[in-house]
């Protein structure tokens, strides 16, 4: 399968999700190329970017799974390289 090189945008309003988020980016460590995430304190919200670097179906899993989490939304931008 073709590997992608993506990045991942994560907003996190539910501060209940953030553990979990916390365990599928670990469950999914090996296509996390690296990780910058910023408390927004004043909009009440976590945002976190992730770069990726995987097949579609392995970051698929990841950004579906982390998008069926209450209060978590995700949009990814993908490239094939």
Do not use: C, F, W
Not at 12 to 40: F, T
């Amino acid at each position: 399968m073709n590997k992608r090189i993506g990045v991942v945008g994560i907003l996190v309003e539910d501060r209940d999700s953030i553990e979990n988020v916390n365990k599928l980016l670990s469950k999914h460590a090996e296509i996390v190329v690296g990780r910058m995430g910023i408390p927004y304190k004043e909009k009440n919200l976590s945002v976190i970017s992730i770069i990726v670097d995987g097949t579609n179906d392995d970051i698929g899993a990841l950004t579906g799974r982390l998008g069926r989490l209450q209060g978590v939304s995700v949009k990814s931008a993908l490239t094939q390289k």
